[in-house]
């Protein structure tokens, strides 16, 4: 039996970008990206480790080597939208948030479930590791372009911010091509809510 269900949703890619700059957040926009299991080529976010952060101290002391299932980060042109409503913005660029893809047409992308599949017509697989949440470096670039408003972008991206996610199989990705959605054959942990 299998483990993953395909689903009918699948989101079009809008745009791509890769982070090159070492220190900066930002991204610079791309038409097509090659895949490895290291992660995006070109990207810095890439490989197959990473030194832990502050996202999982609670497991790892920081700086501890762990697997990187943070190579790269999907976020919704919808959520995007919802963001930059909620924060009094025209628009937020993906690059500002150091997109790595921006998918139109996918529901409530920011909570598919962890582990999830995102995969093209070739056979590109991302597996979604969970929930990327907000912190205030994109409101720093936000700033530039919209003074007195960056500040606002952590409480506005809140459930809004996209996942990040890992390769499982190797691919090329194009604008314009889509990603559908594989989910977990499982139901949801029963103690989720006693625990949170």
């Not at 890769?18 to 791309?30: A, K």
């Not at 470096?137 to 408003?149: A, C, F, M, S, T």
């Not at 809004?160 to 559908?180: D, H, I, M, Q």
Request: charged share 25%.
């Amino acid at each position: 039996m299998a483990a993953l269900k395909p689903t009918q949703y699948q989101g079009e890619v809008v745009w791509l970008g890769l982070v090159t700059t070492e220190g900066q957040l930002t991204s610079t926009p791309v038409e097509e990206i090659e895949f490895t299991f290291d992660g995006p080529v070109g990207e810095l976010h890439g490989g197959r480790t990473r030194p832990s952060c502050s996202r999982v101290t609670d497991q790892h002391p920081k700086g501890t080597e762990i697997a990187n299932v943070r190579q790269l980060t999907i976020l919704s042109a919808e959520e995007l939208a919802e963001t930059a409503f909620a924060m009094g913005v025209p628009e937020i660029d993906p690059s500002w948030v150091g997109a790595t893809i921006v998918l139109r047409g996918l529901p409530d992308l920011t909570h598919i479930p962890p582990s999830a599949r995102l995969q093209n017509e070739t056979g590109l697989t991302l597996v979604v590791d969970m929930e990327n949440r907000p912190c205030v470096l994109p409101g720093r670039v936000i700033e530039e372009h919209y003074p007195d408003k960056g500040k606002r972008y952590k409480p506005a991206a809140h459930g809004r911010r996209g996942v990040t996610a890992w390769v499982e199989r190797p691919g090329r990705l194009v604008v314009g091509e889509t990603l559908r959605l594989h989910i977990p054959d499982q139901r949801a942990w029963e103690l989720m809510d006693e625990v949170r």
